[in-house]
């Protein structure tokens, strides 16, 4: 993850290329914090990337503290530029740290989030071991991902040999309950969640333009081009066929065609440390 995002280029643009509505960030927070153990939790987030998550549950929920932990500087830095909350530490901070290291004292946080992260450890036991070590007894560990059994992201419509790379990168449902189980976790659930991400697929062709996820690095610049070609295909269509019908229905009706929003689907497993 670290020699991805050390691309200020990707990192620049990956706040961009995964920002959501307010109204389904809002709804993730929300999620996040019922997980939590106690009233006013301290929260820890791994791998916080441009920080998209811990302003939201530093805005949204009751959080006292939330802590982005981030090992790529220029991830760390685009969170600093556009949360200026980080600069206040008494309710939201960013700090570097690794998965493996985390730079907090023992036993200090009540949750801790991995959000789109646990594909990219390099040593998942390792990173279970370090959130056992900071998290308060009864403490939990939220992991939002899309286990390998269940990959079903609409970027594969548009770049169908993304599925055959993620199935390699991404864990086994498994996989991960095994290595928290290593250290002391119990799985508390694992459900699925889905939240729209852009109102239609003109607004999804704009997000994903610019490359802004780590797994658009394995494709070659033709491979992404034909892909966004396709998606940009069907999103003219889109726009077409919502144009024609309003045309039809007069400049007083309602539409009949709206474009339909496009939704991501995440697997969400809570562990409790016992």
């Not at 990168?169 to 889905?194: N, Q, T």
Request: proline share 7%.
């Amino acid at each position: 993850m670290v020699q991805v995002y050390e691309d200020r280029r990707l990192a620049g643009s990956y706040h961009a290329g995964n920002d959501m509505p307010d109204a389904s960030l809002r709804a993730w927070a929300g999620l996040i914090a019922d997980c939590a153990p106690v009233p006013a939790p301290r929260v820890l987030e791994v791998g916080a990337g441009t920080g998209m998550f811990a302003a939201a549950l530093a805005r949204w929920t009751d959080a006292r503290l939330v802590v982005g932990v981030e090992p790529s500087p220029a991830m760390l830095a685009e969170a600093h530029r556009l949360h200026p909350a980080a600069h206040r530490p008494d309710r939201l901070h960013f700090a570097a740290g690794r998965a493996e290291a985390v730079p907090l004292r023992p036993r200090s946080v009540d949750l801790a989030l991995l959000s789109r992260v646990i594909h990219h450890l390099p040593d998942r036991r390792a990173c279970a071991r370090e959130l056992a070590r900071v998290l308060r007894p009864g403490g939990v560990v939220v992991v939002r991902t899309t286990f390998r059994e269940r990959l079903d992201a609409v970027v594969y419509t548009y770049w169908p040999r993304l599925l055959d790379i993620d199935r390699v990168r991404f864990p086994a449902e498994a996989d991960v309950r095994a290595d928290f189980a290593v250290h002391g976790f119990e799985v508390v659930r694992i459900s699925s969640h889905a939240e729209p991400v852009a109102a239609g697929l003109r607004a999804y062709h704009q997000r994903l333009v610019t490359r802004p996820q780590s797994k658009f690095t394995h494709l070659t610049e033709a491979e992404f081009a034909t892909g966004l070609a396709r998606l940009a295909a069907d999103a003219k269509a889109e726009a077409e066929a919502e144009a024609g019908a309003a045309a039809g229905a007069g400049a007083d009706a309602e539409p009949l065609v709206r474009p339909r929003p496009v939704s991501e689907r995440y697997d969400v497993a809570v562990f409790r440390l016992r």
